[in-house]
């Protein structure tokens, strides 16, 4: 026999869980986080995993699904993230280790990305405390979200690692003036202010 009655619950868990990944992603005033995974890292250290766990970021395992016209963050970028950037598809980051990134970098051109490299950032993580441009994946998001003035946004995915405010406190400063900068050019003088 056939139950026709309906659920005490009006969705499932699994239609529960998507609809929310897709009203995470378009709340307003937020930007999409996407991130290329490779699985090449421990996963109890992984920012990025971390971030997919709690919907506050797409996770893919393919580039092909990545979306075209999103910022990439390309630390050999030819040009600067600046407030200037339109940043409406969202921002990509790469998880994965530099051999991966030399194998893929090619097959991410044809994509249609808009490539952009952060600034100088020192690295708040435990594996690279301190190091300039040592930036995990939450670190490179929060970045990224600060310079484009989604502060709010920044503070939300740092607060998921008990690390995550003293990358903020490392970089305040910094941070603050390349939000109000114009434009990459003037994101990378500011930037010389502070090597």
């Excluded at 200037?84 to 994509?111: H, K, T």
């Amino acid at each position: 026999m056939i139950n026709t009655r309906l659920s005490e619950k009006p969705y499932s868990e699994n239609f529960r869980n998507i609809t929310y990944m897709t009203d995470i992603q378009k709340k307003p005033n937020h930007i999409p986080l996407h991130l290329y995974h490779a699985n090449q890292c421990d996963p109890k250290k992984c920012t990025g995993k971390k971030l997919a766990k709690f919907k506050l970021a797409h996770l893919h395992k393919t580039l092909n699904k990545l979306p075209s016209g999103a910022i990439f963050l390309n630390p050999m970028a030819q040009q600067a993230l600046s407030p200037a950037d339109n940043y409406n598809r969202g921002i990509i980051v790469l998880d994965c280790s530099w051999e991966e990134v030399e194998r893929i970098f090619p097959m991410l051109q044809r994509l249609r990305l808009e490539h952009r490299a952060l600034p100088y950032l020192l690295a708040a993580n435990p594996v690279n405390f301190g190091k300039p441009f040592k930036l995990g994946t939450v670190e490179a998001f929060a970045g990224a979200l600060y310079i484009l003035d989604h502060k709010k946004q920044a503070e939300d995915i740092l607060n998921k690692f008990k690390w995550g405010h003293t990358f903020l406190e490392l970089n305040r400063e910094p941070l603050d003036a390349y939000s109000k900068a114009r434009n990459s050019k003037e994101v990378v003088n500011i930037q010389h202010e502070f090597m």
